[in-house]
């Protein structure tokens, strides 16, 4: 079973996350965050195998929280979650140590398999960026 904590401000596309991620099968979400101050007691409490970050968060975004949790917690596998990709927040998403950086426009059952790849200790960029890079 994957273990997965879900940090995202909205309570609705958290209760969303929830019920899809758990709908594989294979995923269990350990915990919830609605901002990134919690994020850190949350993975400590919780040991997720993969952590789905919403990237603009009031108080404390995705970024400084990924920093914040690589700096405590090392081997923990972080994926950002974003409805908007720009150059300098996916500079931002790679260089804070996250593993991924998923549009929450990317296919929806395409979200399930990069969890899993993540967790196997993969990464998981969204082609978006590919083709960001490319323009």
Known sequence: MIT??????????????????????????????ADGTEVVPAFRNTRPDVVL???????????EATRALLATEPHARVVMLTGTITPVRMWQAR??????????????VELIERVREVAAGGTAWS????????A
Do not use: Q, T, W
């Open 4 to 33: 997965v904590l879900v940090v995202d401000d909205h309570s609705f596309v958290r209760a969303a996350l929830v019920a899809f991620l758990e709908s594989a099968g294979d995923i269990l979400v350990v915990g919830e965050c």
């Open 53 to 63: 970050m919403d990237v603009d968060m009031p108080r404390m975004n995705g970024v």
């Open 127 to 134: 082609r978006a960026i590919a083709e960001l890079a490319s």
């Open 95 to 108: 260089s804070s140590g996250a593993r991924g950086y998923l549009l929450k426009g990317d296919d929806a």
